[in-house]
Nanobody
């Protein structure tokens, strides 16, 4: 069984910073891409940032230059460093991993962590 557990969300003022972490655990053979998605109330879930196993990254335009995704393959962990946060960044942030277990490949999600940006 595979679990993705996020941490690091919370309340921050506009212009502030947060770092989200997501640890994947369980019978993992290989992790391909890992990413962060977010969903605000009344909106569809959107991809925020993606990082491949080789370290290539991709960002939604609205966070380019402010957010940085990174990963520690030895720890099966992905991070999202968020700077210059804006009220429109407020959402539930979900970790995602495309990975292989001992038996199959699949998409796995974390439970989500709330990010609130407000003064």
């Amino acid at each position: 069984q595979v679990q993705l557990v996020e941490s690091g969300g919370g309340l921050v003022q506009p212009g502030g910073s947060l770092r989200l972490s997501c640890v994947a655990s369980g019978s993992i053979s290989r992790i391909n891409a890992m990413g962060w998605y977010r969903q605000a109330p009344g909106k569809q879930r959107e991809l925020v940032a993606l990082i491949t196993s080789g370290g290539s990254t991709n960002y939604v335009n609205s966070v380019k230059g402010r957010f940085t995704i990174s990963r520690d393959n030895a720890k099966n962990t992905v991070y999202l460093h968020m700077n210059s946060l804006k009220p429109e960044d407020a959402a539930v942030y979900y970790c995602h991993a495309d990975l292989w277990t001992l038996f199959r490949s699949g998409d796995y999600w974390g439970q989500g962590t709330q990010v609130t940006v407000s003064s």
